[in-house]
């Protein structure tokens, strides 16, 4: 069985633009680290059901769970996600598992 492509998306208000800028530019070298790959960020998106949390939105993709498991569990980033926590309000962080090929 081959393991589908996850797809990580994050909601959440920037309260501290210079501590998140720590966290943004610590982000792209570790995420590379580990297979992934930036999709967008969106600080205006549209919602045309529910209630959004509102703030950015971001995307992002990894090759694996199992990759994107050992980039959230990677002891350097959970250092410096302490920059995203601390400047941040975040809604959720979630993984969205692709739809494996049908035969």
């Known amino acids: ?8 998306i994050a909601a959440f208000t920037i309260r501290d633009a210079e501590t ?3 966290y943004a530019k610590g982000f792209f070298p570790l995420l590379k680290k580990h297979g992934g790959r930036f ?3 969106d600080d205006a998106a549209v ?7 509102g703030g950015r939105f971001v995307m ?6 199992e990759a994107a498991r050992r980039w ?7 250092t410096l996600s302490e920059h995203r926590r601390a400047s941040t309000d975040a809604s959720f962080l979630t ?3 692709e739809t494996p090929p049908q035969p």
């Open 1 to 8: 069985m081959t393991e589908t492509p996850v797809t990580l």
């Open 20 to 22: 998140y800028g720590l």
């Open 39 to 41: 999709i967008t960020y």
């Open 47 to 53: 919602t045309l059901e529910g209630t959004p949390p």
């Open 60 to 65: 992002f993709r990894f090759p694996s769970e």
């Open 72 to 78: 959230y569990n990677d002891p350097e980033y959970q």
């Open 95 to 97: 993984m969205v598992h």
